[in-house]
């Protein structure tokens, strides 16, 4: 599970927005040290899965669409990037030659699964609020 450059800037996108009721792009650029073609990326995948919303004209802008206090890590980085995966075998339908040789499932895959639900919890632990408030 690579956490990318992308991932991380949603956070920040977010967090630009916590406070206000409608943000421009510029704005949200400004704040957080974002370039605004990577903004506008991000801003749309975040409007697809209706956590902020978007608006058109001299006014436009942007306003968050969720409650920041039931908003985790792991909720805007897979919003961002859905296949986060530690290793590509364990994505669903990934065909390991290792895994399950001889009736045996592979104890390197095995331990992998389990540090992948580990930081899934550790991602869902906190909500966005706390974390941006301190």
């Given at each position: 599970?690579?956490?990318?450059?992308?991932?991380?800037?949603?956070?920040?996108?977010?967090?630009?927005?916590?406070?206000?009721?409608?943000?421009?792009?510029?704005?949200?650029?400004?704040?957080?040290?974002?370039?605004?073609?990577?903004?506008?990326?991000?801003?749309?995948?975040?409007?697809?899965?209706?956590?902020?919303?978007?608006?058109?004209?001299?006014?436009g802008?942007?306003?968050?669409?969720?409650?920041?206090?039931?908003?985790?890590?792991?909720?805007?980085?897979?919003?961002?990037?859905?296949?986060?995966?530690?290793?590509?075998?364990l994505?669903?339908?990934?065909?390991?030659?290792?895994?399950?040789?001889?009736?045996?499932?592979c104890?390197?895959?095995?331990?992998?699964?389990?540090?992948?639900?580990?930081?899934?919890?550790?991602?869902?632990?906190?909500?966005?609020?706390?974390?941006?408030?301190?």
């Open positions: 599970m690579l956490i990318t450059r992308e991932c991380d800037y949603a956070v920040r996108v977010l967090r630009a927005m916590a406070e206000e009721k409608r943000v421009s792009v510029n704005e949200i650029c400004e704040k957080e040290l974002i370039t605004a073609p990577f903004a506008y990326k991000i801003l749309k995948k975040l409007q697809k899965s209706g956590m902020v919303r978007g608006y058109r004209g001299v006014h802008g942007y306003s968050l669409n969720c409650d920041l206090d039931q908003i985790t890590l792991y909720d805007v980085y897979t919003t961002i990037d859905p296949g986060m995966f530690i290793i590509d075998c994505e669903p339908g990934y065909d390991c030659a290792r895994n399950s040789v001889d009736g045996q499932n104890s390197v895959h095995c331990e992998l699964a389990e540090i992948q639900e580990e930081l899934c919890r550790m991602l869902k632990r906190k909500s966005l609020k706390k974390l941006i408030n301190g």
